[in-house]
């Protein structure tokens, strides 16, 4: 008699209600061990915004103690920031109240000392009580806080990477800003000797003088788009003219196309869409593949040195770009491994200019690939979405 009151006792759930099989009493038992076990941040809530218990791994997360939760002083909505509490509002209650569960998401919580920690959470109601559940909470600050550690040494590479592209170019960059400064010097001239005549002619110490401004302002452009690229600016996504920007790259790389005696032949689509882009980003990205195709053509005869650069618009990718040199090319094999950070073919490269082009061309939504080259050599192309 004693063992079946015993078992009869196993058999109930909490409630006093006879279970059929005391298999309830062993999932309550497990549940508790895996609350108790504080592996992931566990409180159990219910709609009106009250925490009813919790685990010292959610505790810890949010600062309180369990003296704090017997005061009934912790709600989860009051532990919810303003800008968070409107999506909870409108998407989570509701979702519980029609499923039963919500799906784990990303927000944020307060602290009890005010601070903020970032959490990754999933919720479900209970079978028998709708208007009560369970929240699994797990903590994200050590992941946000690699993650952001990860995008700064990402800005690191991508600066220097920019200041080595740059570093290239000085003696293209110092040949480009000589030539409007020495026709300033000629113009500037001029107009003295006009001015020295007798009588003076006026006329032409204007028109000289209106070249030398125009000269002055071209000198400007040239510096001004060399500080953009060299400075260490964060991302700031706009509305962008593809060829506009390209064309400006074009520009600033000429002397070191006359340099290495490479023609190009620019084939820029008319009236293409804009495109939501970081400028500099993009433009640091052709400066790249244009003096990667520069670099790979430099042993080939001067005759056969054309740097192709193309843009299209494509009905499914949005926009693509197309930068082909007359090389070597690429074999099959290595087309994707000159994405690898620290592969390189060059004597004296570092192997990091690729990846962090194709890294700027993902987090633009976009998509960076090596391919063969018609009739020779190796193409670079990437697609950006169209800014609608």
Not at 179 to 206: C, K, M, T, Y
Not at 309 to 335: K, Q, Y
Request: include cysteine; aromatic fraction near 6%; glycine fraction near 8%.
């Amino acid at each position: 008699m004693a063992r079946a009151q015993a078992a009869g006792v196993r058999s109930r759930h909490l409630d006093g209600k006879r279970a059929p099989v005391p298999g309830p009493c062993r999932r309550e038992a497990r549940i508790r061990r895996l609350v108790d076990a504080n592996i992931i941040g566990i409180f159990f809530w219910d709609l009106e915004g009250r925490i009813l218990e919790a685990n010292n791994a959610f505790l810890r997360m949010v600062g309180y103690d369990h003296d704090d939760l017997a005061s009934k002083r912790v709600h989860w909505t009051d532990l919810t920031p303003p800008e968070w509490r409107e999506r909870d509002e409108q998407t989570l209650v509701p979702e519980l109240k029609a499923t039963g569960r919500v799906q784990p998401y990303e927000k944020e919580f307060f602290r009890k000392d005010g601070g903020r920690v970032p959490v990754l959470l999933g919720a479900a109601t209970f079978e028998e009580d709708a208007g009560q559940g369970v929240a699994f909470v797990l903590d994200l600050t050590e992941r946000k806080s690699a993650a952001d550690a990860m995008r700064e040494v990402q800005m690191e590479l991508t600066h220097a990477n920019r200041l080595a592209t740059m570093g290239q170019l000085a003696a293209s960059i110092a040949h480009e800003v000589n030539q409007p400064i020495g026709a300033a010097r000629n113009n500037a001239h001029a107009a003295l000797r006009f001015l020295a005549r007798d009588p003076p002619e006026l006329s032409e110490v204007s028109e000289a003088l209106e070249c030398v401004v125009a000269d002055t302002y071209r000198a400007g452009g040239i510096i001004g788009r060399i500080r953009d690229q060299v400075r260490k600016l964060p991302p700031r996504m706009e509305s962008v003219d593809l060829n506009d920007a390209i064309s400006d790259v074009i520009a600033l790389v000429r002397g070191e196309l006359s340099k290495h005696r490479v023609s190009v032949q620019a084939q820029l689509a008319p009236g293409l869409p804009p495109i939501r882009a970081d400028r500099v980003q993009l433009q640091q990205v052709m400066m790249n593949l244009i003096v990667n195709g520069i670099e790979a053509m430099v042993g080939i005869d001067v005759d056969l040195r054309i740097l192709v650069i193309c843009t299209e618009s494509l009905p499914s990718d949005g926009l693509r770009v197309t930068v082909g040199d007359s090389g070597p090319g690429i074999a099959l094999e290595d087309r994707e491994r000159v994405f690898e950070s620290f592969y390189t073919t060059k004597a004296h490269g570092v192997g990091i200019g690729l990846p962090i082009c194709r890294s700027i061309i993902d987090a633009h939504g976009g998509r960076l690939w090596a391919d063969a080259h018609q009739p020779r050599g190796a193409a670079f192309r990437f697609t950006l979405p169209a800014f609608s």
